[in-house]
C-alpha cells in the first residue's frame, strides 16, 4: 500500500489527515492541471495553480472524502477540474460576459486538443449522456480530456489494463462526438 493509499484509509477511518495528503499529491494534482491549460484557449485568465488549488478545496472539504485508493481520489480530483471548467467556461459564454463567441468544430479524431469554451461544454454535455450509459467510459474521459492523463495513467487510476483503456477512449471518442454531431 503506498503512502497515499494509507492516508487516505486513514482520512476514511478517523477524518484527519488531509494536511499529511496535500504535500503528496500536490506535484500530481499540479502537473495534471497544467497539462489541461496548455490545451486551453490563448487568453485564458484561469491558471493551473488556481485550478489545483479550487479542486483542493473542492475534494478536500467535501462531504464524500471516502476514497477508496489512489486512484479513486485523482478520479474525484479530475472530476472537481472539470466541474471548475465548466463553470468557468459557462461564466465567460454568458451574454453579460460577451458571450455568442464563434464555434469551433470539434475535431472528431482527438478530441484532447485545443479546446475553446464552446467545445468544453459540448463535450461536458455530451458526458453526462455517456455517464448514464458507461460510467467507467465516462471517467476516463474525465481522466483524459479534463484532467489531462495520458492512457497509461488514466488505466491506473481506473484500475484497468492498457488495452481495456485504449477500447474505453476509442468508443468514448466516437460516442461524443455522435452525441455532439446530434445536438447541434
Same mark, same amino acid.
Given at each position: 500500500?503506498?503512502?497515499?493509499?494509507?492516508?487516505?484509509?486513514?482520512?476514511?477511518?478517523?477524518?484527519?489527515?488531509?494536511?499529511?495528503?496535500?504535500?503528496?499529491?500536490? =506535484?500530481?494534482?499540479? &502537473?495534471?492541471?497544467?497539462?489541461?491549460? $496548455?490545451? %486551453? +484557449?490563448?487568453?485564458?485568465? #484561469?491558471?493551473?495553480? *488556481?485550478?489545483?488549488?479550487?479542486?483542493?478545496?473542492?475534494?478536500?472539504?467535501?462531504?464524500?472524502? =471516502?476514497?477508496?485508493? &489512489?486512484?479513486?481520489?485523482?478520479?474525484? $480530483?479530475? %472530476? +472537481?477540474?472539470?466541474?471548475? #471548467?465548466?463553470?468557468? *467556461?459557462?461564466?465567460?459564454?454568458?451574454?453579460?460576459?460577451?458571450?455568442?463567441?464563434?464555434?469551433?468544430?470539434?475535431?472528431?479524431?482527438?478530441?484532447?486538443?485545443?479546446?475553446?469554451?464552446?467545445?468544453?461544454?459540448?463535450?461536458?454535455?455530451?458526458?453526462?449522456?455517456?455517464?448514464?450509459?458507461?460510467?467507467?467510459?465516462?471517467?476516463?474521459?474525465?481522466?483524459?480530456?479534463?484532467?489531462?492523463?495520458?492512457?497509461?495513467?488514466?488505466?491506473?487510476?481506473?484500475?484497468?489494463?492498457?488495452?481495456?483503456?485504449?477500447?474505453?477512449?476509442?468508443?468514448?471518442?466516437?460516442?461524443?462526438?455522435?452525441?455532439?454531431?446530434?445536438?447541434?
Amino acid at each position: 500500500m503506498n503512502e497515499v493509499t494509507r492516508i487516505l484509509h486513514a482520512l476514511k477511518e478517523t477524518g484527519s489527515g488531509t494536511e499529511e495528503l496535500l504535500p503528496l499529491v500536490y =506535484d500530481e494534482l499540479r &502537473r495534471l492541471a497544467a497539462s489541461k491549460m $496548455a490545451r %486551453e +484557449a490563448p487568453g485564458q485568465t #484561469l491558471q493551473a495553480t *488556481a485550478l489545483v488549488h479550487e479542486a483542493w478545496l473542492r475534494i478536500a472539504n467535501g462531504d464524500g472524502n =471516502d476514497w477508496e485508493n &489512489r486512484g479513486h481520489f485523482f478520479a474525484a $480530483a479530475a %472530476e +472537481a477540474m472539470r466541474r471548475i #471548467l465548466v463553470d468557468n *467556461a459557462r461564466r465567460k459564454r454568458s451574454l453579460k460576459r460577451g458571450g455568442n463567441h464563434t464555434h469551433v468544430e470539434l475535431n472528431e479524431l482527438n478530441i484532447v486538443a485545443e479546446s475553446n469554451d464552446d467545445e468544453l461544454l459540448e463535450v461536458h454535455e455530451a458526458l453526462d449522456g455517456l455517464a448514464r450509459e458507461e460510467p467507467v467510459v465516462a471517467e476516463m474521459v474525465k481522466l483524459r480530456f479534463f484532467a489531462g492523463l495520458n492512457i497509461d495513467e488514466a488505466a491506473l487510476a481506473l484500475d484497468i489494463s492498457r488495452s481495456t483503456a485504449k477500447r474505453h477512449w476509442t468508443y468514448a471518442r466516437a460516442w461524443l462526438y455522435r452525441a455532439i454531431q446530434q445536438n447541434r
